[in-house]
Nanobody
Framework: QVQLLESGGGLVQSGGSLGLSCAASGRISTITAMGWYRQAPGEQRELVAEVNAPGHTNYKNPNDARFVISMDNAKKTVYLQISNVRPEDTAVYYC???????????????WGQGTQVTVSS
């Protein structure tokens, strides 16, 4: 069993920066990719970005350079740096992880509990 623990959420002013981290524990040897999703009030959960063990990334919006994902594969810890945050970035951010095989659009096998990010204007 895999547990994912997010940290780093909170309140940030528009234009500021925020860093999220998520550490996996338990049976982590099978994790091949990790990522971040978010869910805004009244909206569906959506992908923000994912990264696999070799370091290949998949961003929902590759043209939005404000989001940078990285992963420490040895520690099975994934990070998300958000710069120049906007009020529309307000959401619950969920960490995710894939066991064994990973491909774009694959539904994650594990989810964290989520961390709230609120951007004030």
């Amino acid at each position: 069993q895999v547990q994912l623990l997010e940290s780093g959420g909170g309140l940030v002013q528009s234009g500021g920066s925020l860093g999220l981290s998520c550490a996996a524990s338990g049976r982590i040897s099978t994790i091949t990719a990790m990522g971040w999703y978010r869910q805004a009030p009244g909206e569906q959960r959506e992908l923000v970005a994912e990264v696999n063990a070799p370091g290949h990334t998949n961003y929902k919006n590759p043209n939005d350079a404000r989001f940078v994902i990285s992963m420490d594969n040895a520690k099975k810890t994934v990070y998300l740096q958000i710069s120049n945050v906007r009020p529309e970035d307000t959401a619950v951010y969920y960490c995710s992880a894939h066991d064994f095989a990973y491909w774009t659009n694959k539904v994650p096998d594990h989810w964290g509990q989520g961390t709230q990010v609120t951007v004030s204007s």
